[in-house]
C-alpha cells in the first residue's frame, strides 16, 4: 500500500479511536491516537497476515503488551477486516469481544493475547520467538510496548534472554510518546539514556519517527534484516497525535471524550489530515 | 484398617524428574525450561536427554512465565519448576494473566513445597503456594503424596490433560509407598484406608502422615477414613461429601497455612453442602525456620500424633 493509501487508514482509523471511546465513555485516548499511524503501517503494510483466516500458521505475531491501548488495535483489525467495524461501538460494554484489555477467550479474531497488566508481554513474545527458531519459522513476533512499561523490571529481564538466545525474530516497536499517567516518564522514572540501555543489553536499536510512515516503513524493513539479535524500534510519538487539542497532554492519556468533544476532535482529526 | 509399607524414603521431586522425562519421551512438544537450579527441581534428567528441548532463562522467574505463555501458545507445552516460593508466589501476576487468562496449557512445578524444605528457613518454604494459585480461575492445582505418585502425577498433567496445572512437590526424603500400577486421576481422591468414626483428609507428604494418626487411632478402636487428596482443585466434591455423610468429621492436614489450603477448600464445600465438625492441621498462619525437616515437622504440629489428637478434639463435638 502506498503512503497515501496508508495516511488515508490512519485518518479512519483514528475517527474510529474517537468515536468508540465515546460510546464507551472511558479508556484510554491519547495512547491510542499516538499509536495509529504504526498500527497502520503493521497491519496495512508490513505484517504478513490473513484476516479472513486469523489463526494462519505462518502469520507474524503481533502481542500487544500495553493492551491499554486496544482501541487502536481493535479499529486497525476491523478495519483490516477481522470483524465488522459496527463492533466498535461495543468496546468496553457487558458482553463485548472488545474488552478494555484484550482477552482472547471473549473470542475476538485477531488477538493472540490476552495482555493488560503491563512488562508481561515482552517475555510472552521470547517464548513465541523461541517456538518460532526451534521449529524454524520464518514469522516474526511483533511486541508493542509502551516507554512508561520499561519501568517494569520483567521488561529488562526478557530483554536479557532474548539477546542471549539470539532472537532476531523478535522485534519490539516502543511506543515513545514521553509521558504516562503521572507526567513525564523522565520526572516519574527517568528512562534515558534510553538506546543505549538496549544496545547494552544486546539488542539492535533503532530510533524512527513514529508518525511518518516512511520511516516506519523503512525501520521495520531494517529490522527483518537485522541477524543474530532482537531488535528495537524506539518510535517517537505524540500521545493524541490528530486531535491537536490534547496533543502531548498526559491528563489524555486514560480519559475519553464526551459526545461533544468526540465531535470537536473528529474536526481536528480533518484539519490535521488536511495539512 | 490398610496397611502401607514403605518401599524406601525418596523425594517427591525425584518422581518429578522422571516423570517429566518420561512423558516428554511420548510427546515432543514438551519443553523445560531452566531457572538455575535445573537439577535441584529433577530436571537435570530432562535437560541431559533433551538438550535441545530445554530452554535456560536464568534466575528471572517472571521472565520464565512469559515464555512459558508465548510457547504455549505456539503449540508447545512447556514445564517450568523452581521452588513454590518463586514459581508461584515471586510470578503470580504473570501466572494470572499470561497463562490463566489465556488458558494454556502448562505446567508449573512449585518445588521444596512445604516446611520440610528444611535448612534453608523460612524464605524458602512455599506455605501459601495452594492458597493463591488456587484462588487463579482456571488453574488447577495436584499435590502428590510420594515419589511414585509425583511422577504418574506428572504424566498425567502432561500427556492426558489440557490447561494451567501448578504440580507442587517437596525435596526431603519421604515415604514413597504409593504403587506403581495405583489408578491416577487428575480430580478425583483415593480412598486409602476405610472407616466410618471420622476422615483425614490430607495431601502432600502429610498423607503419611495421616496414615500413622490413622494406624494409632486404630489400637482406640476408632476406624478412620484416610483421603488423599491429591487434586486440591478441582476438589472431589464426591468423596468429601460421603466423607462428611458417613464419618460426620474432618480433620484436614496438609504442610502449607491453615488459611487458604486444602482445609479451607474443603470447609468452603461441605459448609455449603454437608456442615460437620472440622479440624485443621498445618501452618497457622506464621513462618517457619532453620531446622531438619522432622524436626521442624514435629515443632509445627505437622505430624502423625497431631493429626490424632485433632482427630480426638474433633470426635469430642460430633453429634
Known amino acids: ?56 500458521e505462518d502469520r507474524d505475531r503481533l502481542i500487544l503488551s500495553i493492551g491499554h491501548i486496544s482501541p487502536v488495535l481493535y479499529a486497525t483489525l476491523a478495519h483490516a477486516g477481522y470483524f465488522p467495524v459496527e463492533e466498535l461501538l461495543t468496546l468496553r ?34 517464548g513465541m520467538a523461541l517456538a518460532g527458531k526451534m521449529d524454524e519459522k520464518k514469522w516474526n513476533v511483533f511486541c508493542i510496548n509502551g516507554d512508561g512499561e520499561l519501568q517494569e523490571g520483567s521488561i529488562w529481564e526478557a530483554a536479557m534472554s532474548a539477546s542471549h538466545h539470539k532472537l532476531d525474530n523478535l522485534i519490539s516497536i516502543v511506543d515513545r510518546n514521553g509521558v504516562q499517567i503521572d507526567g513525564k516518564t ?26 511518518n510512515m516512511e520511516d516506519l516503513i523503512y525501520a521495520i524493513e531494517e529490522a527483518r534484516y537485522v541477524e543474530g539479535k532482537p531488535i528495537v524500534i524506539l518510535a517517537t510519538t505524540k500521545m493524541g497525535k490528530g486531535v491537536s487539542s490534547i496533543e502531548d497532554d498526559h491528563h489524555w492519556h486514560g480519559k475519553a471524550p464526551t459526545e461533544s468533544e468526540a465531535i470537536k476532535f473528529i474536526k481536528e482529526i480533518e484539519e490535521y489530515y488536511q495539512d | 484398617m490398610a496397611q502401607y509399607v514403605t518401599k524406601g524414603f525418596v523425594a517427591t521431586r525425584q518422581g518429578f524428574g522422571e516423570g517429566v522425562l518420561e512423558a516428554a519421551r511420548r510427546n515432543k512438544r514438551i519443553l523445560g525450561i531452566g531457572a538455575d537450579i535445573t537439577g535441584s527441581v529433577g530436571m537435570d534428567l530432562f535437560a541431559a536427554e533433551y538438550p535441545e528441548r530445554f530452554i535456560s532463562l536464568g534466575i528471572a522467574e517472571q521472565n520464565c512465565v512469559g515464555a512459558v505463555a508465548g510457547l504455549a501458545l505456539s503449540g508447545k507445552i512447556p514445564v517450568f519448576a523452581t521452588y513454590g516460593v518463586f514459581s508461584a508466589l515471586r510470578t503470580t501476576d504473570f501466572i494470572r494473566i499470561s497463562i490463566c487468562y489465556n488458558n494454556l496449557h502448562a505446567l508449573i512445578g512449585g518445588a521444596h513445597a512445604g516446611i520440610s524444605v528444611g535448612p534453608d528457613g523460612a524464605t524458602h518454604q512455599a506455605l501459601e503456594d495452594i492458597a493463591v494459585m488456587r484462588a487463579l480461575p482456571n488453574m488447577t492445582v495436584v499435590s502428590p503424596c510420594d515419589a511414585t505418585q509425583t511422577r504418574i502425577a506428572t504424566i ?52 503419611w502422615e495421616a496414615l500413622e494418626a490413622a494406624n494409632t487411632l ?102
Open chain 1, 1 to 56: 500500500m502506498d503512503i497515501e493509501s496508508l495516511e488515508r487508514v490512519s485518518k479512519i482509523i483514528r475517527t474510529d479511536i474517537v468515536k468508540s471511546l465515546a460510546k464507551a465513555g472511558s479508556g484510554h485516548l491519547g495512547g491510542s491516537l499516538g499509536m495509529a499511524d504504526i498500527f497502520t503501517v503493521l497491519y496495512f503494510h508490513a505484517l504478513q497476515h490473513h484476516p479472513e483466516d486469523p489463526e494462519w
Open chain 1, 93 to 126: 460494554k457487558l458482553g463485548s469481544r472488545l474488552q478494555g484489555h484484550p482477552g482472547r477467550e471473549h473470542g475476538l479474531p485477531g488477538i493472540e493475547l490476552s495482555a493488560g497488566s503491563l512488562g508481561q508481554g515482552l517475555s510472552v513474545a521470547v
Open chain 1, 186 to 211: 523522565e520526572d516519574v522514572m527517568g528512562l534515558e539514556p534510553l538506546i543505549e540501555k538496549w544496545r547494552s543489553f544486546g539488542w539492535h536499536a533503532i530510533s524512527c519517527d513514529g508518525h
Open chain 2, 156 to 207: 498425567a498433567c502432561l500427556n492426558r490433560f489440557s490447561g494451567p496445572v501448578y504440580l507442587r512437590f517437596g525435596r526431603a526424603p519421604v515415604p514413597d509407598f504409593t504403587s506403581e500400577n495405583q489408578h491416577f486421576e487428575i480430580g478425583k481422591a483415593q480412598i486409602l484406608s476405610r472407616g466410618s468414626d471420622a476422615t483425614i483428609i490430607a495431601t502432600g507428604h502429610m498423607v
Open chain 2, 218 to 319: 486404630n489400637q482406640d478402636g476408632l476406624k478412620i477414613r484416610v483421603i488423599n487428596m491429591h487434586t486440591i482443585k478441582p476438589l472431589d466434591h464426591d468423596a468429601v461429601l460421603k466423607a462428611a455423610m458417613e464419618t460426620g468429621a474432618i480433620v484436614t492436614a496438609e504442610e502449607h497455612q491453615v488459611t487458604g489450603g486444602l482445609g479451607s477448600a474443603v470447609a468452603e464445600f461441605i459448609t455449603q453442602n454437608h456442615p460437620v465438625p472440622m479440624e485443621f492441621v498445618g501452618m497457622k498462619d506464621r513462618f517457619g525456620e532453620s531446622g531438619e525437616p522432622e524436626k521442624l515437622m514435629e515443632k509445627y504440629g505437622l505430624s502423625a500424633s497431631n493429626i490424632a489428637m485433632h482427630v480426638k478434639k474433633v470426635l469430642k463435638r460430633k453429634y
